[in-house]
Every structure is written in C-alpha cells, then in structure tokens.
C-alpha cells in the first residue's frame, strides 16, 4: 500500500514537472515548410524570443500536425500557443477575414504594400476583436508575395480560363473571385494539388511566386501567369487563453518578437520573387512566364466590382466597415510613399 502510495507520488511529481516543461515550451505551426517564408518568419520570432528569455519555441512546419484546418483546431484548442494560417483558410471561421482576396484591392507596388501592412488601422484595429471571438490573439498579418497561376494551357484573358478546373482555397470568396474570372473554382486541401494537376483532376491553382517554385508546382504545368490581382497575406495568431495569461512582461517579449520577425520578413522578400523565377526558368528552360500588361489585365480588373459585392453580402456591415477601412489606409499609404 505504501508503495503504491508512493508510485503515485512520484508519477504525480513527474507529471507535474512535465506540464511545467510544457508551459515553458511554446508551440508554434504554420502553414509552409520551414525554409519559405512562413518558416523564416517562424524561425525569427523563435530566435528572439529564446534570445531574450528563458522560453523555448517548437516549430511546427506544415504538414508535421497535419492540414491547416487541423492546426487551427488545435490553436483554437491550446495545444498549440502559436500558428501562422493565411485568412484563406480561416475564412469560414472569420468571414471578413477574406477582403484579402477581393481582386486588386492590394497593391503591387512593394513600398506601398508595406506601408500598408505597417500601419493599417483595419488590420490593428477592426481585425483583432473578430479574431478574439474565435478565441485567437491576432499578432500581425504579413504580405508573402505576389500570386500567379499556374496551368497547362496560356491565359491571356478570362476567356482564356473557360471551363478551367482551378484548384481554390476552401474560401467562399475566392470561389465568387475565380468564378468571375471564368474558371471552374474546385476547393482542394493543399496536400492533394501537385497530383490533381499531374493527373488533369485540375488545370490551374494560383500561389505565391516563391511557392511555385519551392513546392516545385511548375513540373506539372506549362504556364505561369501573373495578372496583378493579388499578393498572399498571412495572419499570425496566438491562442487567446494562453496570450492572456502572459506576464505584461511576456507580452512585451512576443509583441517585439513579432515586430522583428515582420521587419525581417519583408527585407527577406525583397528579391524573392525574381529569385524564384529565376530558379523555375532553369529548372525548365521550356516553361512560359507571362506578366500580363495593363491592357490585358484590364478584363480581370472589371470583375473586382462584383467579388466586392459579394464580400459584403457575404459579410454584412461589418464586412463592409472593414473594406471601406482598408481602402482608406492603402489610400494613406500611397500617399505616404509618393
């Protein structure tokens, strides 16, 4: 009996020690591998926050816990104290969290884009409460880079795009937006693109251009096309039980972190895209690159009126509050960057 007594003591004591390790150790996953861009962001704020504390952080590069709709589970959950998701995928979660996909909203000019992410009031403001309902702390959002397509046959217009399987975010709004641009908008979990498209299953995706050529996406197209309509942004979010929990001194340690991580992230895209192109040209010399002019993107900008429409009848006045916000800070940051 004392024995026993015993045994339980020590397997308490251990469990005990172990939960206390635990919480010292902050998990953290997001959606790419380790060397894109999600991954150098993650390894940043790692390092900082293991520089100026006694934290640790794991890192969780995709795939390591399974799809993005398992990490935000487990984020939502606190399993996981950290995760870096794109607001494609917490779209169903956080509607509103789609204006990043109505058509030509951002940018392409890279120091207004940046301005903008620094100093939106959307984005610092209006976002951060949503994100608490679903029981997250949103930390930052950041630009990844500009989107392009990827299919097998050219496309110079929306007509181009008839009748085109195009693999989609499940995010209704990207859905309307592909819809708009005459494809066939087909959902598909990440982990079953590079095989749909080798197998015909679809004919086209879209991603940033460093993606396409780490995730070597190019070996199962003939084209890419660039149209302006897009650059991926990313949202990195903290679970909400457990950031409100920190030390203010905590809390400072993870705001700094995640200011240099986001500062280090654009220097680090700089020239990514170039690069990355680079790369995919002499790993396929026969591949076409097309930038589509202004005159050809005219037809893909027409069908932004639309996409926006549905936005706020997807979203309703808050939707509407949050777009008209942005349009309002991209406004300032263009004026801040003439």
């Known amino acids: 009996m004392n024995n026993h007594i015993k045994t339980l003591s020590v397997s308490a004591f251990a469990i005990t020690l172990s939960s206390a390790a635990f919480a ?46 398992d990490t935000m589970e487990q984020a939502q959950s ?14 169903a979660l956080i509607p509103e969290a789609q204006v990043f996909f109505v058509p030509y909203l951002l940018p392409q000019d890279e120091t ?62 990207l859905v309307e937006s592909y819809k708009a641009f005459g494809a066939t908008p087909t959902p598909l979990p990440w982990g079953e693109v590079y095989g749909a498209m080798q197998t015909g299953i679809i004919q086209g995706q879209e991603n940033p251009r460093f993606f396409l ?38 809390k400072t340690l993870v705001k700094n972190a995640t200011d240099a991580a986001f500062e280090h992230i654009l220097g680090y895209q700089a020239e990514l895209g170039e690069t990355s192109f680079d790369n995919i040209k002499a790993a396929k010399p026969e591949i076409t690159i097309n930038i589509l002019s202004e005159d050809e993107r005219a037809p893909f900008m027409a069908t932004s ?34």
């Open 112 to 173: 207004t884009l940046q301005e903008f992410f620094r100093n939106s009031k959307a984005i610092k403001e209006l976002f951060p409460p949503l994100y608490a309902e679903q029981g997250l702390e949103l930390l930052t959002m950041f630009p990844e880079g500009e989107v392009c397509m990827t299919t097998k046959e050219e496309v110079r217009s929306p007509e181009d795009l008839s009748d085109v399987k195009f693999r989609v975010m499940t995010n209704p709004l």
């Open 78 to 91: 606190g399993i996981l104290q950290f995760v870096d998701q794109s607001p494609g995928f917490t779209g």
């Open 305 to 338: 009126g639309p996409v926006e429409e549905a936005f706020i009848e997807m979203t309703g006045d808050k939707g509407k509050e949050i777009l008209d916000q942005m349009k309002a800070d991209l406004e300032a940051a263009n004026a801040a960057t003439q």
């Open 213 to 250: 050529d780490s995730t070597k996406m190019y070996e199962v197209t003939d084209y890419i096309t660039c149209i302006g309509h897009n650059n991926f942004t990313t949202a990195v979010m903290a679970n909400k039980d457990f950031y409100d929990g920190l030390s203010d001194e905590d």
């Open 24 to 69: 010292d150790t902050w998990r953290y996953a997001h959606e790419e591998a380790a060397d894109e861009v999600q991954g150098v962001f993650a390894q940043k704020f790692k390092e900082e926050i293991e520089a100026n504390s006694d934290h640790s952080v794991q890192l969780f590069p995709f795939g390591t816990l399974g799809e993005s709709a």
